[in-house]
T-cell receptor
Framework: NAGVTQTPKFRILKIGQSMTLQCTQDMNHNYMYWYRQDPGMGLKLIYYSVGAGITDKGEVPNGYNVSRSTTEDFPLRLELAAPSQTSVYFC???????????FGQGTRLTVV | GIQVEQSPPDLILQEGANSTLRCNFSDSVNNLQWFHQNPWGQLINLFYIPSGTKQNGRLSATTVATERYSLLYISSSQTTDSGVYFCAVEREDSSYKLIFGSGTRLLVRP
């Protein structure tokens, strides 16, 4: 059982480039989340989804987009990368509301 | 939005010592979880504990929902306990947003 898988693990982008961070889970979880963690800080919620076709903004959604076409996948899109988006990105999932969340291993993104 | 405050922000222990980490939150919650982020950045779920007390080996947690706080106890600390401990909550209005505190950074010295 792989759990929550994120790709890539590391990426360097130039300012203005775009990319998609991939997240997939094999636990048939309804809820999925994207967080960013800046150095020495806690996790900030970017977007979340309560099921296929349903997404909503979190605390810091600006500069990002998401989609949820299947239960398994929840990609995060950066359209015009900026240095302020340098961070570690975590994807998480949970079965239903009010249960424990499981995290992927993170994607370390640097925008130069 | 809901505020989540953790204390202390930093903690240094000698191996074998006990410690208590605290999480205060500003609104009623129906979900509270404790996570450990190890030095390699991996986040591990320790407890799902919206109320009551749970124990898992040397770790235990208590949430007093009516008073809006949770405590994480670490007994007989080991160097492998080092890392950052996060509390995360979801407000009772079922907004589905799991919001994190800023964490307690723990260093256990041999």
């Amino acid at each position: 059982n792989a759990g929550v898988t994120q790709t890539p693990k590391f990426r360097i982008l130039k300012i203005g480039q775009s990319m998609t961070l991939q997240c997939t889970q094999d636990m048939n979880h309804n809820y999925m989340y994207w967080y960013r963690q800046d150095p020495g800080m806690g996790l900030k919620l970017i977007y979340y989804s309560v099921g296929a076709g349903i997404t909503d903004k979190g605390e810091v959604p600006n500069g990002y987009n998401v989609s949820r076409s299947t239960t398994e996948d929840f990609p995060l899109r950066l359209e015009l990368a900026a240095p302020s988006q340098t961070s570690v990105y975590f994807c998480a999932s949970s079965h239903v509301i009010n249960t424990e969340a499981f995290f992927g291993q993170g994607t370390r993104l640097t925008v130069v | 939005g809901i505020q989540v405050e953790q204390s202390p922000p930093d903690l240094i222990l000698q191996e074998g010592a006990n410690s208590t980490l605290r999480c205060n939150f500003s609104d009623s919650v129906n979900n509270l979880q404790w996570f450990h982020q190890n030095p390699w950045g991996q986040l591990i779920n320790l407890f799902y504990i919206p109320s009551g007390t749970k124990q898992n080996g040397r770790l235990s947690a208590t949430t007093v929902a009516t008073e809006r706080y949770s405590l994480l106890y670490i007994s007989s600390s080991q160097t492998t306990d080092s890392g950052v401990y996060f509390c995360a909550v979801e407000r009772e209005d079922s907004s589905y947003k799991l919001i994190f505190g800023s964490g307690t950074r723990l260093l256990v010295r041999p």
